[in-house]
Every structure is written in structure tokens, then in C-alpha cells.
């Protein structure tokens, strides 16, 4: 049981956001209902309207609506639905102010430091959750937070190296390894947030990304202080996952050496499957967009860019493996078959929970 702001968790997993099109409503709708959080990601949910192309900002509001709306009759008052905002795209603001009218729950958002998002869920009971990738991150938010609203996050997320889509590491420390471990930035958060837990008299919820895979890591680091943990691509093999069924198959289907990084548009790398597309871009070919609906504010867009993150990841989701970029996190390989929902919760938690008897086992709690 994790206790955010009025609500409860009784699952604490959170099912990580994941765009284009990965989780909407369906997805997190049906995490929601097993008692975790379910995350929509809000980077072109519109992108099966029938006006994308021509209206795309209209189109992604009404659809972000819309999939906010059926996650929360799914979840049937159970768990807590919550959107993914990318302060990096465009109409961030207009943005927060759809998914907070249709209803969410919580706002997470990274992919960029999200110092106005206090002001954006003021007064509305909407939970506000940044990304952070290190202490220093999570040092700048809270200073910022505290000074400019006098508040602080209702919860927080690390995203370690291991996670998949955009990672806030550097190329260098990723293929080196000599990037920041899970576990060190998660002891290093912890001591950052305690003066304002004190200030303000309440916890700072902590929930860990990145290379969680089962209930054992998840046991680990609620032991080391965490207070549960984000999982994304494991959702992806689920029946209920909005990809289409390609998508998941190609998770299901993933190797260990399939895994690569990959050089976004707006300079971050990040790790998918090495696709026929990623190879063409290794290879030195240019694959300019025919048309740019001005997603990403970083972007060089139109022919300056070498490829269209938003067009790929729609192709990939559609199952066009051919031109798809595909985001995965560390451990996909370790994915075998596709499950429900409500399987892959139980499964979690009954590994937790056994671990934990353990692990109180060794230390002589009964």
C-alpha cells in the first residue's frame, strides 16, 4: 500500500508512459484497475484521429481526453490514472490543462526539467511528479519548487540508465558503463529530499525506473528506501498494451543484442531495437520528414533533421517494422510471452512479497 496524496496505491507500480501511442487509455486504464498507477503518454495521442495530419495540436487534445476519460471507467475507481507530459513538446501547457479537466489523477513529467508545473496543477488536486536522472536534477526541482511555489513533489521518479526511449545520460556513460547505477542515484536522492520532507512534514514518495524487471528488484529497493517502482516495457507484452500486435511481438522476440542507442533529433540518446530503419541512419542515410507538425521544441525540423522521431514511433506502433523506432528498455530480452495485465500485477507482487519474506527473514524481522 502507497499512500499519494488522498489516494492509495495497493499495488506501488507504476506502469510507465510510453509515446507515441504505446500506453493510452486502454493500457493504463487496465493497470489502474489492478490497483497500480497507469500512465498515458500524452506526446501525439492523436495520431489514429482522422484530422492528425491536417489539425494535429486539436487532434491531440481530444484524443488525450478522451483516452484520460475511458483509463478512468476502466479503472472503475481502483488505482490512479496519470499522464506523461514532455516538457521538450510543444503546447506543454495546453497540454496539462486538457488531461487536468478530463480528470487525471497525476501529472509525470521529465524530458526536461518541469520547474512551472506547480503553478499548472494549483488548486486542482492533480498530483504533479517530475523525472529526474540524478541528484543534481532532483536538487535543482526542489529548490526551484520550494522558492518560486512553496511546495514539493507529491512523488518522484528516477530514471536510471537502464530504461528505455530518451535517457538523460550521455552516449558516452551508456556505452562505457560508467554511468550513474540505479541504486546510487536512489541513495543520493534520498538524502537531497529529506530537508524538505522535514520542512514541510510529509514524505516525498520515491518510485524507481530503469532496469526494474520482476518483484525481486522491486523488494530491493523499497528496502533501500524507495517507495515502489516504475515499469514500462513489460507492459508492452501485455493483451492490453494500445501497440499493435507487431509491437509486442517484437518485444517478445528480442534478444540481448538486438538492443541499441540510437541519436534523437533533439540530441538525446536513446535505446530501441536496432530496426532496417536505425541501420539506414547508421549507414549514413538521411530520412527527412515530408512534413512536420512541430512536436518537439528542440527538434531542427524539416530537412535539418535526420529523421522524424514522431513519424518513427507512429510507425512503430502501427507494427512497420521497416521504418518503426522501437523503444525498449535494458532488459527486454528477458521477455518471453505476451500476459494480461492483472497476470503480469500478480506476478510482480507475488515475487515481491516472497523476496521480502526473505529478505525480513535474514535480517531477524518476523
Given at each position: 500500500m502507497c499512500k499519494l496524496g488522498k489516494k492509495e496505491l495497493t499495488k506501488p507500480i507504476i506502469q510507465g508512459g510510453m509515446g507515441v501511442g504505446v500506453s493510452l487509455g486502454h493500457l493504463a486504464g487496465a493497470v489502474a484497475k489492478e490497483g497500480g498507477m497507469g500512465v498515458i503518454s500524452t506526446v501525439n495521442a492523436g495520431y489514429r484521429e482522422p484530422d492528425f495530419e491536417q489539425h494535429p495540436f486539436e487532434a491531440n487534445l481530444?484524443?488525450?481526453?478522451?483516452?484520460?476519460?475511458?483509463?478512468?471507467?476502466?479503472?472503475?475507481?481502483?488505482?490512479?490514472?496519470?499522464?506523461?507530459?514532455?516538457?521538450?513538446?510543444?503546447?506543454?501547457e495546453e497540454t496539462m490543462k486538457e488531461a487536468i479537466a478530463a480528470g487525471v489523477d497525476a501529472v509525470i513529467s521529465g524530458a526536461g526539467l518541469p520547474v512551472q508545473l506547480p503553478e499548472l496543477v494549483k488548486g486542482t488536486g492533480v498530483l504533479a511528479a517530475p523525472i529526474?536522472?540524478?541528484a543534481k536534477s532532483a536538487r535543482?526541482?526542489?529548490k526551484i519548487w520550494d522558492k518560486k511555489f512553496q511546495v514539493i513533489p507529491d512523488f518522484l521518479i528516477i530514471e536510471g540508465p537502464k530504461a528505455g526511449g530518451h535517457l538523460g545520460f550521455s552516449r558516452e556513460e551508456l556505452e562505457n558503463g560508467t554511468a550513474q547505477n540505479t541504486d546510487e542515484i536512489l541513495e543520493e536522492v534520498l538524502r537531497e529530499i529529506l530537508p524538505y520532507e522535514q520542512k514541510y512534514g510529509r514524505r516525498i514518495p520515491v518510485f524507481v525506473a530503469g532496469g526494474v524487471?520482476?518483484?525481486?528488484?522491486?523488494?530491493?529497493?523499497?528496502?533501500?528506501?524507495?517507495?515502489?517502482?516504475?515499469i514500462a516495457t513489460r507492459f508492452i507484452a501485455t493483451e492490453e498494451c494500445d501497440a499493435s500486435d507487431t509491437y509486442k511481438q517484437m518485444m517478445v522476440n528480442a534478444k540481448e543484442e538486438d538492443i541499441t542507442l540510437v541519436k534523437s533529433p533533439v540530441g538525446l540518446p536513446g535505446r530501441a531495437l536496432r530496426t532496417p530503419m536505425i541501420k539506414r541512419?547508421?549507414?549514413?542515410?538521411?530520412?527527412?520528414?515530408?512534413?512536420?507538425?512541430?512536436?518537439?521544441?528542440?527538434?531542427?525540423?524539416?530537412?535539418?533533421?535526420p529523421y522524424c522521431i514522431s513519424r518513427a514511433l507512429i510507425e512503430a506502433v502501427k507494427g512497420n517494422v521497416e521504418d518503426?523506432?522501437?523503444?525498449?528498455?535494458?532488459?527486454?530480452?528477458?521477455?518471453?510471452k505476451i500476459v494480461t495485465v492483472k497476470a503480469l500485477m500478480q506476478e510482480l507482487m507475488q515475487d515481491?512479497?516472497?523476496e521480502m519474506k526473505g529478505i525480513l527473514a535474514e535480517r531477524g524481522v518476523v
Open positions: 481530444r484524443a488525450l481526453r478522451n483516452e484520460i476519460v475511458s483509463a478512468k471507467r476502466a479503472a472503475g475507481g481502483n488505482g490512479m490514472v496519470a499522464i506523461n507530459a514532455m516538457v521538450a513538446v510543444n503546447h506543454y529526474v536522472s540524478s535543482i526541482i526542489l524487471y520482476d518483484g525481486k528488484d522491486m523488494a530491493r529497493l523499497i528496502t533501500e528506501g524507495a517507495s515502489g517502482v516504475q541512419l547508421e549507414e549514413g542515410i538521411k530520412l527527412s520528414p515530408e512534413r512536420c507538425n512541430l512536436c518537439l521544441k528542440a527538434c531542427p525540423h524539416g530537412s535539418e533533421t518503426g523506432l522501437f523503444f525498449c528498455g535494458a532488459n527486454v530480452g528477458r521477455i518471453n515481491y512479497e516472497t
